[in-house]
């Protein structure tokens, strides 16, 4: 079964930068839209970043273009720069063969369990 696995969570001062990782593993049928969510305390699940690797599409949530970079070589990457406090949170990778709303949770069969990322 299809697997991912996140890593690189952390804590850092604001300014700082992280960089977060994805394994995904186990499909056999493809992942082609691949996301990082993000869920801080008390607020809802939001997405941050998308990529479709057919055709390298990319799309960012407002809140964080320009600081945020989203990459899949052979794992799934969220560069985060000029990192401040609002971007603390747990982040999620999440994946499916193709979906039609990148924003959307629901889009996505397949989660990560999560990494915590913690900006003071």
């Known amino acids: 079964h299809v697997q991912l696995v996140e890593s690189g969570g952390g804590s850092v001062q604001a300014g700082g930068s992280l960089t977060l990782s994805c394994v995904i593993s186990?499909?056999?049928?493809?992942?082609?839209?691949m996301a990082w969510f993000r869920q801080a305390p008390g607020k809802e699940r939001e997405a941050v970043a998308s990529?479709?690797?057919?055709?390298t599409t990319i799309r960012y949530a407002d809140s964080v273009k320009g600081r945020f970079t989203i990459s899949y070589t052979n794992t799934l990457d969220l560069q985060m720069n000029s990192l401040i406090p609002e971007d603390t949170a747990m982040y999620y990778c999440?994946?499916?063969?193709?979906?039609?709303?990148?924003?959307?949770?629901?889009?996505?069969?397949?989660w990560g369990q999560g990494t915590q990322v913690t900006v003071s």
């Open positions: 186990g499909f056999n049928d493809g992942i082609y839209s």
């Open positions: 999440a994946g499916d063969r193709v979906v039609s709303r990148w924003a959307e949770e629901s889009q996505y069969r397949h």
């Open positions: 990529i479709y690797t057919p055709t």
